[in-house]
């Protein structure tokens, strides 16, 4: 065994195979993985190994794609069979819901030029005669879904790493790993110790305990999951062909056939967990003992729907265990505050996924960023916060309603409230609907009074759409007063403070006290890692604004440049609240509440301030998300209440009152104002989205400005633009393809909402560079069906900016 290696990946399963794999790939040869028992042991060999190609979200469907068409080259590269069985797949809508999502994604499909289709019911039943389509509104087929070998995968996967020079330890568990100070790490192993410059934890079912080696607690808790599959059934040995596999989300259930039979495997709703405080180190491939009676409700309505299964006896059945993160997405990613060590915990749909994984694993950690922007795969999407009540909570609700459509917008109360402020019950009392950011509860929307205070849920405008546009007009209108408290919030302080920041960001930081600038921060590949507002409060004293949600996604840049001696950098987002006050009437609001001059001479756009608003001490910026006129003001929690009562009672008098996120993001979107993970992420160039203006390159280094420096002459690859679409009873919400009229795929769209001030349906999108202009017109795959739109020259609301700064 080696003494001295690039990385240790633990854990011989299917996703540490492909790790390995890529790794060696990409290039280090000189990389090792442990397996504590026999490749496959845990949940790799047992799985019903499905593979499928598309997914709700679009980075996701590219890495699946991957995946299926790597296993036909891993097969001729390694010479392993990886079993592949590719019939094709059938998705069944029973709902108008499921309609929906399932015509998004063959609009989804052509944008990628991806094989998913609609099909007629007279070919579905060619396709698949057992199946009774009766009651099935829409039928799609992909034909390269199938399913694959879990044991030959794995193989393949090793293989392929070994001709690279890696090296496979089986039966030699882990028993410890131990950081050093040069950010390196020992791993120890009964057969000796290594040296190694990563850590890659892919343990799967014992994620937790090589985790907690690190001194880290994951989010994860393993289920029971249980297929069976029949005896041989007549019409199927008659066949001479093998049947494409069903996938009946509605009936919560999903088929495909396995020898002369089928496989039908469900997630039911009577679920059960399995080794909650610890996965014993001595299992492997042992199963559980059968329990078909829990998903008896689930084998109904599969007989229903193909009534061969009931005539044909069981077989056999499979109980095993899978483990699930809190929203049932792997765990994927560097730990923020280690060094060199990378987790790929918790995975589901891992045949789909695992040569995805494995090819972002190898870029993330060779090259320093994926290649794709997966923030819905990383594990800095959870902090401390995501206890084990709260994984437990989600992971019961995430089971036993794993085929429930994930509508936009969708909040789920499951294991909620974790984190809340001190104006949490007095917003509860006012009516608001609450919506979880990173933890934290904030209001979505506020419900009058006899309005139901529960949001219904669906591709549609629902319940929520007449309240968020009531509160929208009243800020465009009078005034507005939003809780930004999930905002997150920094300071920086001491003699270096300046030279730190400019050293982090790519805009020059404010030399004048009470200035503020926006800034982007830089992606290892040249995109856009993050956008902050900075401000300067004193002579060495910053405060920093940045995504709530990306916390800690960004304390990896924030990491990745030295504090200047006598230089402090701390996040403040738990012990600081914050409001946005905006509208024509903000001004006039606070005024009643402050003796500080808020006139545009004393207080212009874009400078900050300490001073005291209703008798609490505030930061205030002159700065507004919405595009309105406004201040965002920061005070200790403590205060909170206090702050907020006074706000909302001299709001009353100029007719203002509390506005909700949901108003914001329409607000926003009226504006044209992108939004980190929406329009702003890794995969963009700054030019791309008219921030290059904001990259100064002649202020000195700073980080990945290399990186910028590559593409920073590069002509633009997309561009972020603005539609105005004929939209009735739904609209945009990212996703949604653009096409020019004669059918062309050209972009998506990032963000979309209903402009209540403006009274149109908007979206934020990017296009093809070149591919459209103002002006033109194109559609836009909403429910999945062509809905016309027009690229906009300007933003609808207050293009030239006066009232912003008024």
Known sequence: MRTHAQAVVIGGGLIGCSILYHLAKHGWSDVVLLERDELTSGSTWHAAANIHGLHDSTNISRLQHYTMALYKELETETGQGCGIFQPGSLYLAQTEAREHQLRLQEAKARRYKMNFYEVARDEAERLHPL????????????????????????????AGARQRGAEIHRFTPVVATEAQADGSWIVRTPKGEIRTQWVVNAAGLWGREVAAMAGLQLPLIPTEHQ??????????????????????????????????????GAYERNMKFWAEHGTPLDFGHELFPDDLDRIEDNMVR????????????????INGPMIWSPD????????????????????????????????????????????????????????????????????????????KIHFPNEERAAGRPVRTRPAYEMQKQMGAVFGLNFGWEHPLWFAAEGEPREETNGFTRQNWWAPVGR??????????????????????????????????????????????????LIGKRGGIAGDFTVTKLGQDEFMVFGSGMAERFHQRFFKAVPLPEGTTFRSCTEEMAGFNVAGPKSRELLQRLTNADLSSEAFPFMRSKRITVGGVDVVALRVSFT???????????????????????????????????????????????????????????????????????????????????????????????????????????????????????????????YGYFVEQSLALGYVKAGS?????????????????AVLLSEPPFDPEGKRLRA
């Open 471 to 520: 509160e929208a007009r009243m800020l465009r209108e009078h005034a507005g007063i939003i809780d930004v408290s999930n905002f997150a919030k920094y300071e920086v302080n001491g003699p270096g403070a300046k030279a730190w920041l400019n050293a982090l960001f790519a805009n020059r930081m404010p030399a004048e006290i009470g200035r503020s600038c926006l800034t982007p």
């Open 627 to 753: 595009g309105d006129l406004g201040w965002e003001l920061y005070c200790p929690v403590a205060d909170q209440v206090a702050l907020y009562g006074a706000l909302l009672k001299a709001g009353s008098e100029v007719g203002a009152g509390p506005v909700g996120s949901r108003a914001l993001m329409s607000l926003r979107v009226e504006k044209g104002y992108g939004s980190w993970s929406r329009e702003y992420s890794p995969e963009y160039w700054p030019q791309e989205v008219k921030f290059d203006r904001l990259v100064k390159m002649d202020k000195g280094d700073f980080l990945n400005r290399d990186a910028y420096a590559a593409i920073a002459e590069k002509p633009a690859r997309d561009q972020l633009i603005m539609l105005s679409i004929a939209a009735k009873d739904a609209d945009a919400t990212g996703g949604e393809p653009i096409f020019l009229p004669d059918g062309t795929p050209i972009g998506q769209v990032s963000s979309g909402a």
């Open 131 to 158: 199946v009774d389509f009766d009651g099935i509104r829409c039928i799609m087929y992909e034909p390269e879904g199938g399913n694959v070998d879990p044991s030959g995968v794995t193989a393949a996967y090793a």
């Open 227 to 264: 297929y069976f599959v029949t005896e041989t059934i007549p019409e199927i040995a008659a066949m001479g062909r093998r049947l494409p596999s069903v996938a009946d989300r509605d009936g919560e259930y999903y088929l495909r056939q396995e020898g002369l039979g089928l496989l039908i």
């Open 302 to 317: 599969a007989i229903a729907r193909v009534p061969a299964v009931g005539k044909a006896g069981v077989k056999r059945v």
């Open 328 to 403: 049932s997405a792997v765990l994927f990613g560097p730990v923020p505050e280690l060094q060199n060590y990378f987790c790929c915990n918790g995975i589901i749909p891992g045949f789909s996924q695992s040569g995805g994984m494995g090819k972002l694993a190898a870029e993330w950690m060779i090259e320093g960023e994926p290649s794709l922007d997966m923030f819905a795969w990383d594990l800095a999407r959870f902090g401390h916060w995501a206890g084990k009540a709260f994984t437990k909570a989600r992971v019961q609700d995430q089971y036993s309603h794993r085929f």
């Open 772 to 788: 459209a202009k103002a002006g033109d017109k194109v559609s836009v795959a909403i429910l999945g069906r062509p809905h016309d």
